[in-house]
């Protein structure tokens, strides 16, 4: 079953597309000046994307492992169907939209996410900008799938579909899409996501569809030009340091704290939350605007 995951990974076959993708995006911005790539970011991009690659091969296979044994238990025998295939698009996305928008809201889980939100720029090469750290936690979200009855080969399938499709919003030279931004993700939708402007901030979560952002929320159009980033930027290219620089200072605030409750805090409580000073967490910073 495995071995069938494998080869029918969508991502191996993406990869053309995905370089080819990139190659134009750069030739358009040498004709016109668009200032939208930097060799040294990209090449961190890039570096950021061959180490979840290494690190991909070794949890996923440990997530699948987890998901069979899972699937034993299974509530229910889903066939191979045509609608078997929406539904699991369905669950999977929903699924991706909860951890993605926990990511943002768990300092914890921030720690690992924020690696893909470090460059200051938005281009096709941001997309392969991925965490080291998410593989580790992110698949625990995705227990609940074989567990109601969906087959473990399938759902590695349908998240490698999700993340090739979430290749394609990382860029500036997409506008907005007519009635199509009413139900999936697209470039203006993604580019709010990876904003720095405070009511930017912690917005479409989505990963195929945005309608969870708009039930749950989430929502923001875009409506001034994203200025890319993260609130404090980290000023290095080193892939080291964007994987490592939020543990640290995530460390390091724990160490400061004198309160187990405090330290715990650190852990659970939003990004921006502190204990002996402003707390600047998006929620804080959005009501302070309004």
Same mark, same amino acid.
Do not use: C
């Given at each position: 079953?495995?071995?069938?995951?494998?080869?029918?990974?969508?991502?191996?076959?993406?990869?053309?597309?995905?370089?080819?993708?990139?190659?134009?995006?750069?030739?358009?911005?040498?004709?016109?000046?668009?200032? &939208?790539?930097?060799?040294?970011?990209?090449?961190?991009?890039?570096?950021?994307?061959?180490?979840?690659?290494?690190?991909?091969?070794?949890?996923?296979?440990?997530?699948?492992?987890?998901?069979?044994?899972?699937?034993?238990?299974?509530?229910?025998?889903?066939?191979?169907?045509?609608?078997?295939?929406?539904?699991? &698009?369905?669950?999977?996305?929903?699924?991706?939209?909860?951890?993605?928008?926990?990511?943002?809201?768990?300092?914890?889980?921030?720690?690992?996410?924020?690696?893909?939100?470090?460059?200051?720029?938005?281009?096709?090469?941001?997309?392969?900008?991925?965490?080291?750290?998410?593989?580790?936690?992110?698949?625990?979200?995705?227990?609940?799938?074989?567990?109601?009855?969906?087959?473990?080969?399938?759902?590695?399938?349908?998240?490698?579909?999700?993340?090739?499709?979430?290749?394609?919003?990382?860029?500036?030279?997409?506008?907005?899409?007519?009635?199509?931004?009413?139900?999936?993700?697209?470039?203006?939708?993604?580019?709010?996501?990876?904003?720095?402007?405070?009511?930017? &901030?912690?917005?479409?979560?989505?990963?195929?569809?945005?309608?969870?952002?708009?039930?749950?929320?989430?929502?923001?159009?875009?409506?001034?030009?994203?200025?890319?980033?993260?609130?404090?930027?980290?000023?290095?290219?080193?892939?080291?340091?964007?994987?490592?620089?939020?543990?640290?200072?995530?460390?390091?605030?724990?160490?400061?704290?004198?309160?187990?409750?405090?330290?715990?805090?650190?852990?659970?409580?939003?990004?921006?939350?502190?204990?002996?000073?402003?707390?600047?967490?998006?929620?804080?910073?959005?009501?302070?605007?309004?």
């Amino acid at each position: 079953m495995f071995n069938e995951a494998i080869t029918n990974d969508p991502t191996v076959f993406a990869i053309p597309v995905f370089v080819a993708l990139i190659i134009i995006e750069v030739v358009i911005n040498a004709k016109k000046n668009l200032n &939208l790539y930097k060799f040294k970011d990209s090449s961190a991009n890039i570096t950021m994307g061959l180490g979840s690659v290494v690190i991909g091969l070794l949890t996923k296979t440990f997530a699948f492992f987890v998901f069979l044994w899972i699937y034993q238990f299974r509530l229910f025998e889903i066939p191979n169907t045509w609608w078997m295939w929406g539904l699991l &698009l369905l669950a999977d996305d929903v699924t991706f939209y909860w951890y993605h928008r926990l990511a943002h809201q768990i300092r914890f889980f921030w720690a690992a996410h924020v690696q893909h939100h470090s460059s200051e720029h938005m281009n096709f090469s941001v997309a392969l900008r991925q965490s080291w750290g998410e593989p580790f936690i992110k698949f625990l979200f995705y227990i609940w799938l074989p567990f109601i009855g969906f087959n473990p080969v399938y759902i590695l399938i349908m998240q490698a579909i999700s993340l090739v499709y979430q290749f394609f919003p990382h860029t500036k030279l997409v506008g907005k899409l007519g009635p199509i931004e009413w139900i999936f993700n697209t470039p203006s939708h993604h580019r709010v996501h990876h904003a720095t402007q405070v009511q930017y &901030l912690d917005k479409n979560h989505a990963g195929i569809l945005i309608i969870w952002d708009r039930m749950f929320g989430t929502f923001q159009k875009e409506i001034e030009v994203p200025i890319y980033g993260i609130t404090e930027n980290i000023n290095s290219f080193s892939p080291l340091k964007i994987a490592s620089h939020e543990y640290i200072s995530l460390w390091q605030d724990i160490r400061r704290a004198k309160k187990l409750s405090d330290k715990i805090k650190y852990l659970i409580n939003p990004p921006g939350w502190s204990h002996d000073g402003e707390n600047r967490t998006s929620k804080e910073l959005q009501r302070q605007l309004t």
